[in-house]
């Protein structure tokens, strides 16, 4: 399942049911961003609780101070805002899935010259899934991970025009639900996700 669910200020005492929910609707990677107060410590434990049923990456990484705190404590994959070189090379150096952020053909390019595992193109929303289409024209094997503004209604349009996979945030955390605990809420919303890459995957 290509999706990430991005958990960003999350509180300590929501990332495990948060992280189960998850999991439970068919999510298989949680990022948490190093950004979040305390990040390292939520990212322990997020994996400590889904075990070996998801992955738990570290997102927003912009330096190696930030990187090999991740490593330390055990992302299993790393995303970037933007091309940030140091990083991206080490991660392929000790073989860490990573993910680094790119908007224009250049950023994309770049980005998959040093190494990607995908491309996150963020932030999608912005210019649609047309300019995915495009970018696909040139860069046909640049596997495309798009991030910002999806929803499982605009999923499918991203799927048609050669998306590789998601990154999701707001849609999937907004913040009256998350205040609320109401994680039922959002374990029907992944699994709206999930339903809708599988369906258009299915086509």
Not at 46 to 70: I, K, R
Not at 121 to 138: E, H, K, M, Q
């Amino acid at each position: 399942m290509p999706l990430i669910a991005i958990l960003r200020n999350l509180a300590p005492s929501a990332v495990e049911p948060v992280a189960l929910a998850l999991r439970d609707a068919g999510i298989t990677a949680l990022e948490v961003t190093m950004n979040t107060p305390d990040a390292a410590a939520q990212i322990r434990a997020a994996a400590a609780c889904v075990g070996n049923t998801a992955a738990v990456g570290a997102g927003t990484v912009t330096s190696l101070e930030e990187l090999a705190c991740a490593q330390a404590a055990g992302a299993s994959f790393v995303v970037t805002p933007v091309v940030i070189p140091d990083v991206i090379t080490a991660c392929v150096r000790c073989g860490l899935p990573v993910f680094p952020g790119a908007f224009t053909p250049g950023e994309v390019f770049e980005a998959h010259r040093l190494g990607a595992t995908m491309v996150k193109l963020f932030p999608a929303s912005r210019l649609g899934p047309g300019y995915i289409r495009d970018l696909r024209g040139p860069f046909p094997k640049i596997p495309l991970l798009a991030t910002g503004g999806i929803t499982p209604e605009t999923m499918p349009e991203y799927i048609a025009a050669g998306a590789a996979g998601f990154g999701i945030s707001g849609p999937l955390f907004p913040p009256e639900r998350v205040k609320a605990g109401d994680w039922a809420w959002v374990k029907n919303q992944a699994a709206r996700f999930c339903a809708a890459w599988q369906q258009a995957r299915n086509r």
